[in-house]
């Protein structure tokens, strides 16, 4: 594990600017959680780098361009439309 790891202090720390309530069971058990973490991380650090092709083509075809819909087409199997728009349920 790293030795960087925060502890529950900080755990708390950052818990208050997030103004998030925390035990100090749940403390504990977050620092632990994020030396687990930090652990997986140093552990990918460890994974060797893969040699990269030099010359990278793109393998993608060309975009072809297609007529789009009309508006009315677009529109035929909307529920609900308005003035020319979809109309969809109200957001409070």
Do not use: C, W
Not at 25 to 43: N, R, V
Not at 59 to 66: L, N, S
């Amino acid at each position: 594990m790293s030795d960087t790891a925060p502890g529950p202090d900080e755990v708390r720390y950052v818990a208050r600017l997030a103004r998030v309530g925390v035990s100090d069971e749940e403390a504990e058990e977050f620092a632990e959680q994020f030396a687990d973490i930090l652990g997986y991380f140093e552990t990918l650090d460890e994974v060797p780098e893969v040699e990269r092709d030099v010359e990278l083509v793109n393998v993608m075809r060309d975009d072809e361009v297609h007529d789009g819909l009309s508006q009315e087409e677009a529109l035929a199997n909307a529920p609900e439309t308005e003035d020319g728009y979809f109309k969809g349920p109200n957001v409070s």
